[in-house]
């Protein structure tokens, strides 16, 4: 089992930046991929942005492509996910996820993910 603690959310204005973070503990070194999903009310959860753990290689929505930066620190068990230019449209609760099987894939599914984080509310203001 793997546990991931998700930080960094908070309230913003539209056009400001937030940072968050997600630590992972546990089996770590059976984690193939991370990744950041979001869910707003009264919508089904989306895929943000995901990174092998290995590579490094990332994927992103299109959404935020160009506006969010994954990465991640090996050595701290952390995901990282910078999010600047932020809109009202990007106000969900972020969660982040982790598998524990290697694929072939950009790792944008939920059902690729095998550990979920509790998650983190962003809300931006415009």
């Known amino acids: 089992q793997a546990q991931l603690v998700e930080s960094g959310g908070g309230a913003v204005q539209a056009g400001g930046s937030l940072r968050l973070s997600c630590a992972a503990s546990?089996?770590?070194?059976?984690?193939?991929?991370m990744g950041w999903f979001r869910q707003s009310p009264g919508k089904e959860r989306e895929f943000v942005a995901s990174i092998r753990w290995s590579s490094g290689s990332t994927y992103y929505a299109d959404s935020v492509k160009g506006r969010f930066t994954i990465s991640r620190d090996n050595a701290e068990n952390t995901v990282y996910l910078q999010m600047n230019s932020l809109k009202s449209d990007d106000t969900a609760v972020y969660s982040c996820?982790?598998?524990?099987?290697?694929?072939?894939?950009?790792?944008?599914?939920?059902?690729?993910?095998?550990?979920w984080g509790q998650g983190t509310q962003v809300t931006v203001s415009s």
């Open positions: 996820a982790a598998a524990a099987t290697n694929r072939i894939a950009y790792y944008s599914r939920e059902r690729q993910y095998d550990y």
């Open positions: 546990g089996r770590t070194f059976s984690i193939y991929a």
